[in-house]
């Protein structure tokens, strides 16, 4: 199985470790998995968990149950968690893709979605795509300074991307992402708070 594993990464042409967990069932590795990998201090912050496959027909089945208590557990360990979904329909190696790549900023997420869009970037497969970078305020915020403001923080983080602040009622915004959001002024402190110098910023992009 690890031989699979390693073959497999070879095959993708990614970098990384493969690693064989025995566990009396998947749910049971997975949860063991993310508490106990890393060395010391050096621990994954990051959690890629495959969509459940059918899950709208068997939502009451293991699948679904597993894949909601993966994610508390990821939580509780303090991880982000990516959820790519239809992974077999994105593009191989050789199938390079125009469009753009839509970021929707509606709930703060400490900047794993910038990160995301920017290495996608870099990667030759969507290198020729935009990025495009939509966030959501209430009516009576001031779209007008947010716009300015995140082009002003894209523009110090050195990624090109358009944006557009998409203005909603109170009653179009879900309770879990009207809870969730952050209000105007804070989200403008908080760009406040992450414009680095140039240099650091340059540093941390450059990672």
Known sequence: MHDLLRSGLAQ??????????????????????????????????????????????????????AFIRTIAIAEARKCAVIVPKNIDNFPDSKENQDGTIDIWWIIHDGGLLFLIAFLLKRNKVWSRCRIRLFTVTQIEDNSIAMKRDLEQYMYQLRIEAEVDVVEMADQEISAYAYEKSLRLAERIKLLKDLKLGDKDLQLQVGH
């Not at 470790?17 to 590795?29: C, I, Q, R, S, T």
């Not at 621990?43 to 939502?59: E, G, H, S």
């Open 12 to 65: 993708a042409k990614v970098q990384g470790f493969a690693e064989v967990l025995a566990a009396k069932d998947v749910e049971d590795g997975i949860s063991t998995l993310i508490q106990t990998e890393g060395l010391g201090g050096l621990r994954p912050n990051t959690i890629v968990l495959c969509w459940p496959a059918q899950w709208k027909k068997d939502f009451d089945g293991f699948a679904a149950e």
